[in-house]
T-cell receptor
Framework: QKEVEQDPGPLSVPEGAIVSLNCTYSNSAFQYFMWYRQYSRKGPELLMYTYSSGNKEDGRFTAQVDKSSKYISLFIRDSQPSDSATYLCAMSENTGFQKLVFGTGTRLLVSP | NAGVTQTPKFQVLKTGQSMTLQCAQDMNHNSMYWYRQDPGMGLRLIYYSASEGTTDKGEVPNGYNVSRLNKREFSLRLESAAPSQTSVYFC?????????????FGSGTRLTVV
């Protein structure tokens, strides 16, 4: 079993929909949680990070962490065609050398 | 522009040929990484360098070697390319203990081995 599990999709939604992307993990030592966005033929770019549990909002994006369930989510409100990309979750422990563990990514398609 | 620069962007190799993928960052980061990305497999760590002068194996190091040339540059070498090494390769960099900024990735090298 992988340390971080993520549904590969694709997830197809119409423009304006609310999108929910999720990851589960097994390592209870993970404290930092990140979401990367990767457009086709580009490198991943950091979208949001969250420390420990709770919510974080940035514009149309909300990241949630539920450490008790080992489950993280990224919500996208009012989704746009420009949101079409692959979204990767990543996480790391709080001590020592920072080593991110990535999910496999979920491909999102937002149709006009 | 500040960031991670990878060269070349595309490459086609014949089985058995060798090549070196180059990576340079100008953010004064201490740590650098090489990943490969394959459909359905996500990002898999090949090698990393926590700081200048050190390198360590990642999840899939077989068939690869690395050199941390200086603080800015981290190269990946394929000594005898195999079709299984057909992939998209990403270099990334980060600060050792900065857990907020994550990794900064290059734009990738698309390698095909025939």
């Amino acid at each position: 079993q992988k340390e971080v599990e993520q549904d590969p999709g694709p997830l197809s939604v119409p423009e304006g929909a609310i999108v929910s992307l999720n990851c589960t993990y097994s390592n209870s030592a993970f404290q930092y949680f990140m979401w990367y966005r990767q457009y086709s033929r580009k490198g991943p770019e950091l979208l949001m990070y969250t420390y420990s549990s709770g919510n974080k909002e940035d514009g149309r994006f909300t990241a949630q962490v539920d450490k008790s369930s080992k489950y993280i989510s990224l919500f996208i409100r009012d989704s746009q065609p420009s949101d079409s990309a692959t979204y990767l979750c990543a996480m790391s422990e709080n001590t020592g050398f920072q080593k991110l563990v990535f999910g496999t990514g979920t491909r999102l398609l937002v149709s006009p | 522009n500040a960031g991670v620069t990878q060269t070349p962007k595309f490459q086609v190799l014949k089985t058995g040929q060798s090549m070196t993928l180059q990576c340079a960052q100008d953010m004064n980061h201490n740590s650098m990484y090489w990943y490969r990305q394959d459909p359905g497999m996500g990002l898999r760590l090949i090698y990393y360098s926590a700081s200048e002068g050190t390198t360590d194996k990642g999840e899939v190091p077989n068939g690869y070697n690395v050199s941390r040339l200086n603080k800015r540059e981290f190269s990946l070498r394929l000594e005898s390319a195999a079709p299984s090494q057909t992939s998209v390769y990403f270099c990334a960099s980060s600060e050792v203990y900065d857990r907020i900024s994550g990794y900064t990735f290059g734009s990738g090298t698309r390698l095909t081995v025939v």
